[in-house]
């Protein structure tokens, strides 16, 4: 059973309890039920993109056009995901880091 699910029930029985029992029961969910905010545990490993970044990526591809996203990634040392977006000019108008 899920955190939401479990709340739901449990508010729902707190509904048609007494009184006391219904405010610790709804004290208890607000209290503990809750997910815990993710933590992120690896470090980034990947390069800030910058233009200048977003430019050589673009400009390897063109050269090595059987270059696969892993290759092009592991040359500057970006995440896949990164030379995809910028393949594909996922986000032109997002300003690049500087």
């Known amino acids: 059973m899920s955190i939401i699910t479990a709340r ?4 729902a029985i707190a509904d048609r309890a ?3 029992l ?14 815990a905010p ?13 233009e200048g970044l977003r430019r ?3 400009r390897y591809a063109h050269e ?4 696969t996203f892993h290759e092009i990634a592991t040359h500057h040392s970006v995440s896949i995901g990164r030379v ?5 000019d996922k986000y032109p108008n997002r300003k690049a880091t500087q």
Request: glycine share 2%; charged share 30%; no cysteine.
């Open 8 to 11: 739901a029930k449990l508010l």
């Open 18 to 20: 007494p009184i006391e």
């Open 22 to 35: 219904g405010v610790e029961i709804i004290d208890i969910i607000e209290n503990e039920m809750f997910r």
């Open 38 to 50: 993710p933590v992120r545990k690896a470090r980034s490993t990947s390069s800030p993109l910058t």
């Open 56 to 58: 050589r990526i673009k």
């Open 64 to 67: 090595n056009p059987d270059a």
């Open 84 to 88: 995809s977006e910028t393949l594909n």
